[in-house]
């Protein structure tokens, strides 16, 4: 885990280094090795050349439907519901979403999972959650949760993993 607490940002990664006798500890490999390596992965990671999966689940939510709700937790919780523009192109709705700004509606909210899953009731959805907070009774459609457990997505959504969400963009 590499934490950075001026900025409060951690990165947690599993990383292999070849061990000594089947064994592997810190100790075998030096500080200067593992400063290196942590280093590395943590330019790698937030230079912002890699794709998210945020960046995944709003392509695929904005190539695939003309309205959108967001749950932000920034500042004021709130749920941010987006609708494509006529003229707008699906990469253009796809970035006005990913910016968090210039929603159609913003519905501040004590607890905006409740508000989305009240919004999502009873319809065909596509739901990505970090946690699986959302929870939409008697919706249909496709979940993707960031963090697998045992408050999973209702059986009525089918469970996709990352690579499907990329698949669906090819």
Request: glycine share 8%.
């Amino acid at each position: 885990m590499i934490v950075d607490l001026g900025r409060r940002r951690a990165l947690w990664t599993d990383i292999h280094l070849p061990a000594t006798g089947g064994f592997q500890s810190v100790r075998s490999h030096g500080g200067d090795d593992l400063a290196v390596v942590a280093a590395d992965l943590w330019q790698q990671f937030t230079s912002g050349g890699r794709v998210t999966l945020w960046d995944l689940s709003v392509w695929r939510a904005a190539a695939l439907s003309s309205q959108v709700a967001v749950v932000s937790r920034e500042a004021e919780p709130a749920l941010l519901r987006y609708r494509r523009r006529p003229d707008e192109t699906a990469a253009a709705f796809a970035v006005r979403v990913s910016s968090l700004k210039d929603a159609e509606e913003r519905h501040e909210h004590v607890d905006p999972d409740a508000a989305a899953a009240g919004l999502a009731a009873g319809r065909r959805i596509f739901l990505a959650t970090v946690h699986g907070d959302v929870q939409p009774p008697g919706a249909t459609g496709t979940a993707y949760r960031l963090f697998p457990g045992t408050g999973d997505a209702p059986r009525t959504l089918t469970r996709v993993t990352a690579g499907d969400l990329l698949a669906d963009l090819a």
